[in-house]
């Protein structure tokens, strides 16, 4: 039996824990509430935020592939055939490029 699981939310690979809980004290200390430790704040997002993750600085997918690629699932069937035409396409572009560029670097 396949387990169900939540598509996963890649957050930019220049954000980290310590970048968004700097975002968090800042507003926190604009509006004048109390806020918890990194640690605390570390604790409950890896508790009750596991489907949110950083993309790695090494990832070389575009835009147009991460939002295909992570997001495929939560596409209705309607959209489901245009956008499967639309990245297979994107796709052949890239290859056709990467063989372009490889030929001029080898020769």
Same mark, same amino acid.
């Given at each position: 039996?396949?387990?169900?699981?939540k598509p996963f $939310?890649?957050?930019? &690979? @220049?954000?980290? #824990?310590?970048? $968004? #809980?700097n975002s968090y004290i800042n507003s926190a200390e604009e509006i004048s %509430?109390?806020?918890v430790s990194f640690t605390t704040f570390w604790r409950i997002w890896? +508790?009750?935020l596991p489907d949110i993750k950083f993309l790695t600085p090494r990832s070389d997918l575009?835009?147009?592939c991460k939002e295909c690629r992570f997001n +495929?699932? !939560? =596409?209705?069937d309607e959209e489901k055939d245009n956008k499967i035409i639309k =990245? !297979?396409?994107? $796709?052949? =572009? &890239?290859?056709? %490029?990467? %063989?372009? #560029?490889? #030929?001029? $670097?080898? @020769?």
């Open positions: 039996m396949k387990k169900d699981t $939310i890649f957050l930019p &690979a @220049h954000e980290t #824990y310590t970048s $968004i #809980y %509430e109390v806020s890896n +508790a009750y575009c835009d147009f +495929a699932k !939560n =596409w209705t =990245w !297979n396409n994107h $796709i052949m =572009w &890239a290859t056709k %490029e990467r %063989e372009y #560029y490889r #030929y001029f $670097i080898i @020769h």
